[in-house]
């Protein structure tokens, strides 16, 4: 058997840079203020980091609106700083990855503002550009996810252009090769000042602008549901753009793997697929010569998940493993509510008990085969902060929504490293760009992380433990997930060992027995 590749069982530490830690007191964290808080990473034990975009961007969707990806966005710092934030995670062996956004960009990066002139320029069939219908109304009922129509008009080419989030967002055309070159010189550009991997953002909603665009059709037993695209009769049925598995997103994943595989040291494709059946994702997104890992939303479910419905969530993705497939697990993210959150309603539980609960599900998705993304917080057990007024909400998505939906930035809030700094420690600035949450002072990062038994300390411990374990780490193999209602039990199992890893949600604990 090969043996594994680090990304196979890779704990992955996903850092939020706006959010992280602000070194130059203007309120929004930075590359200098990662890099001083490196040390609490690698002390962690975790193997990579991952970082949300830093690219040049208005911010309209907070970096995943990129007008340069090879740039740095000037409030995060400059090239200088990501070398020397690279060059420091390597030195702590700390593997790191950035997040490229494939699908779309700015409307204010250079290939946008080109395509919108004409019919004519270089880059007109850059972007997804159609003609209105007789009446002068869209080429469709497609609506975006963020809210309104999935068209924009443009006025200079008389023409509606796609976009599957903001107006400001538009679509870039995989139909077009010169758009794959474009974006795989960006990956080289990457690699070559020695990034490890990649996190591909929105893999499935790349697409290539293929007529005739049909309408979605009415939903007839519509019903409206807690989240806005549940609010949406028309929302992603049967044409619109997001669908799986188009050849522009396979030909877009071969060409990127071909690069990463041109460089020395196991590159790592990770790539974001919401909504994904994991079995036809593994089958087709991972097959050979393609991603090496989808980034599973099994668990990342918005409402939390009850005993059994994680047991499903389970089964259903580990069955996508087969000879090419690899997954990645997450309970928390930039996009959802924290996990901390999500799961003490469902479960009947009191915030005491958030601590005993976050440790568990950190064990448990750490045990699944497969690599794991913690969001940066969850080793503090922090839950979200409900009590953003609507006039400092940032996300467009909540602001769109509010009050009936309140968006993503109840997980966004800064990170507190000192509960007795201003600021939490996070910036001396007066005002940061999300409030600071009181909430979080009594789980700074700092104190943490000298305090025995505090989330920290044990998901640390349990990390080096686990890699003693051959059978975590030497071999892809894990049984059907079983055990009573309010438990979880699977083996893991190597050559040499078989381990019977159970997560009691009654107790809250996890135990691990070599059988
Ligand atoms: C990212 C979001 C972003 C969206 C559009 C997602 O999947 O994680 O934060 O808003 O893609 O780029």
Same mark, same amino acid.
């Given at each position: ?20 830690? !602000? /070194?130059?007191? *203007? ?8 890099? /001083? ?23 309209? *969707?907070?970096?995943? *609106? ?13 090239? +200088? ?36 002139? /004409?019919?004519? #320029? ?8 159609? !003609? ?5 109304? +869209? ?36 139909? #077009?090769?010169?758009?794959? *070159? ?18 591909? &953002? ?18 007839? #037993? ?18 619109? /753009?997001?669908?799986? #598995? ?40 991972? $097959? ?98 409900? !009590? ?48 600071? $949450?009181? +909430? ?11 305090? &025995? ?63």
């Amino acid at each position: 058997m090969a043996p594994l590749k680090w990304w196979e069982t890779a704990t992955i530490y996903q850092i939020y840079p706006r959010s992280f830690q !602000d /070194s130059n007191g *203007d309120g929004i964290g930075d590359l200098p203020g990662i890099t /001083s808080r490196l040390d609490y990473i690698a002390n962690l034990g975790v193997d990579a980091i991952w970082i949300s975009p830093f690219f040049k961007s208005p911010q309209k *969707d907070f970096g995943y *609106d990129v007008s340069d990806y090879c740039d740095i966005n000037p409030e995060y710092g400059t090239l +200088a700083d990501f070398d020397e934030m690279i060059a420091k995670a390597h030195e702590l062996g700390l593997k790191l990855m950035i997040d490229i956004v494939p699908a779309h960009c700015s409307d204010q990066h250079a290939w946008f503002q080109e395509s919108r002139q /004409s019919r004519d #320029n270089p880059k007109a069939d850059w972007f997804h550009w159609v !003609d209105p219908l007789d009446d002068g109304s +869209a080429p469709t009922n497609w609506l975006s996810f963020f809210g309104g129509r999935a068209w924009s008009w443009e006025p200079r080419r008389q023409q509606y252009y796609l976009h599957n989030f903001l107006a400001s967002q538009p679509n870039l055309n995989h139909a #077009n090769p010169a758009v794959r *070159d474009a974006l795989t010189d960006v990956a080289r550009f990457w690699f070559d000042r020695g990034v490890d991997g990649f996190r591909l &953002d929105a893999v499935h909603t790349i697409n290539a602008d293929e007529a005739p665009y049909q309408d979605n059709k009415p939903n007839l #037993n519509f019903v409206p549901g807690p989240m806005p695209q549940d609010q949406q009769p028309f929302f992603r049925q049967l044409h619109d /753009s997001a669908q799986l #598995n188009q050849p522009a997103i396979q030909q877009f994943s071969e060409a990127f793997r071909a690069v990463a595989d041109s460089y020395e040291g196991d590159k790592f494709l990770m790539g974001e697929l919401h909504g994904d059946d994991p079995i036809l994702a593994s089958q087709t997104f991972t $097959a050979p010569g393609r991603l090496h890992a989808t980034y599973n939303f099994n668990l990342l479910e918005w409402g939390g998940l009850s005993v059994a419905g994680l047991k499903e969530a389970i089964t259903k993705a580990i069955g996508a493993f087969n000879e090419t497939g690899r997954l990645t697990f997450a309970f928390s993210n930039h996009d959802v509510p924290r996990v901390a959150t999500r799961q003490l309603a469902p479960l009947g539980l009191t915030e005491d008990q958030q601590e005993a609960m976050q440790l568990l599900l950190l064990k448990l998705e750490i045990s699944l085969i497969g690599s794991t993304c913690i969001f940066q917080g969850e080793e503090l057990a922090c839950a979200d902060i409900q !009590d953003i007024p609507i006039d400092q909400m940032q996300d467009p998505w909540g602001i769109e929504f509010a009050p009936i939906f309140l968006g993503r930035d109840t997980c966004r809030t800064p990170m507190v490293w000192d509960s007795k700094a201003p600021q939490g420690g996070f910036s001396d600035a007066n005002q940061t760009w999300l409030p600071v $949450a009181e +909430a979080h002072k009594k789980r700074a990062g700092l104190e943490e992380a000298g305090r &025995d038994g505090s989330v920290y300390q044990d998901l640390a411990a349990f990390l080096a433990w686990r890699k003693t374990q051959p059978a975590m780490m030497t071999a892809n193999q894990m049984t059907e997930v079983t055990g009573g209602e309010t438990e979880l039990v699977f083996d893991r199992i190597s050559e040499t060992q078989t381990l019977r890893c159970r997560f009691d949600f009654e107790n809250l604990t996890a135990s691990f027995e070599e059988i």
